[in-house]
């Protein structure tokens, strides 16, 4: 069969050329005569796989210095535990903008280890938007301010990065991974999990400044905590090695396309055709406001359960799969990653005209 354009939330699309270079490799990488997934994590081969995936990382988020880059499991639903445990150390106080789900879920698992306000929420809308906050917003003794940068399930995105002051500010960036530059000296640290932008499941990626480590908590479980897999190159224990070795692919494409300025051109491009017909439409609507618009998780709505129902079977019959909408949201929604290509969403917005015009 032909490869279809995946429309996934995640685990989602790789680049076609990275999927064609790891099958090239697969019985035998670089000579060694084994596969990266049969490899000890202790060889030569591995040592320079997940050490050219870090200096990638580096050298296409612009690093700094006093930052560690760590390579970690357990998704990134398991850095919702590790956070406070690690990062909740002074007053004991963290302060939460929440936008959607998954900043309720880090919210909900940090709520057991101390004191955690939420400054600001969008819930009222079921989170149709981003609320804007000030400095003065957060309580000047907390130990951080977290928030996740783009909300997967509702479509909104962060198009500003708060303002906290001294307050070390914390970003789940899962879905916005290596979509667009980010200034990463504003963060005291950023994670998100690999399965959106960046590799297969398994992997995710915490990069942390230095002085936010070594002062987690007595009881934090040995694998939650961020120094020991800082000190340890990653290899405290088995790393997801094949996940990192994809990840190392991934992080290559992306640097041969130009890195993140392109990847942005890239990714706005496929946005707007997108949003410029659902706007046109009679039939399709966004559900999010167009400011706090993402660039990579598109919800849109007809607004009759058997007429979406219809929308969503015709189009995986065309071609064009996973467009059902989050269950909270219902509808449909278009995962746009850096892995799908222009032409995946010309053809979807060329296949919504036709259904439009079929079902008008
Ligand atoms: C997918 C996602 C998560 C959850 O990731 P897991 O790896 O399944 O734990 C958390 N935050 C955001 C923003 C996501 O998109």
């Not at 019985?27 to 490899?39: H, R």
Request: proline residues 4%; charged residues 25%; aromatic residues 10%.
């Amino acid at each position: 069969m032909a490869r279809v354009y995946n429309f996934s939330a995640g685990p989602s699309m790789l680049p076609e050329s990275v999927l064609n270079k790891a099958a090239a490799e697969m019985l035998d990488y670089n000579g060694t005569g084994t596969s990266v997934m049969e490899m000890s994590h202790r060889s030569k081969a591995f040592q320079g796989i997940i050490e050219g995936a870090e200096a990638l990382v580096r050298e296409i988020y612009n690093v700094p210095d006093n930052y560690k880059v760590m390579f970690v499991q357990g998704g990134a639903s398991t850095q919702f535990a590790a956070i406070p445990l690690n990062f909740m150390n002074g007053s004991g106080k963290a302060d939460f903008i929440i936008t959607g789900r998954w900043a309720n879920m880090a919210l909900k698992e940090a709520k057991r280890y101390g004191d955690c306000k939420v400054v600001a929420s969008s819930e009222d809308t079921t989170f149709t938007y981003i609320p804007k906050t000030k400095r003065e917003d957060f309580r000047p003794d907390a130990d951080y301010v977290y928030y996740c940068m783009n909300n997967t399930i509702y479509g909104t995105t962060f198009k500003y990065i708060p303002d906290t002051g001294d307050i070390p500010l914390i970003a789940d960036v899962s879905s916005c991974f290596f979509s667009e530059p980010l200034d990463i000296s504003k963060f005291a640290v950023v994670y998100g999990g690999a399965q959106k932008n960046v590799a297969p499941a398994g992997l995710v990626i915490v990069i942390a400044r230095e002085d936010m480590l070594g002062k987690a908590r007595d009881i934090t479980p040995t694998m939650l905590n961020y120094q020991v897999h800082a000190d340890n190159g990653s290899m405290y224990n088995t790393p997801p090695c094949y996940t990192i070795y994809m990840c190392k692919l991934v992080l290559e494409w992306i640097k041969s396309i130009g890195g993140l300025e392109a990847m942005k051109e890239r990714n706005e491009k496929k946005a707007k055709i997108l949003y410029d017909y659902l706007d046109s439409s009679k039939l399709f609507k966004g559900t999010v406001v167009k400011e706090d618009r993402s660039l990579m998780n598109v919800p849109f709505v007809i607004g009759d359960k058997d007429m979406e129902a219809k929308f969503i079977a015709e189009a995986a019959a065309a071609g064009f799969i996973n467009l059902k909408g989050h269950k909270t949201v219902g509808g449909m929604r278009a995962s746009i990653y850096n892995a799908m290509p222009v032409e995946g969403v010309e053809k979807l917005v060329e296949f919504m005209k036709k259904f439009e015009e079929a079902n008008a």
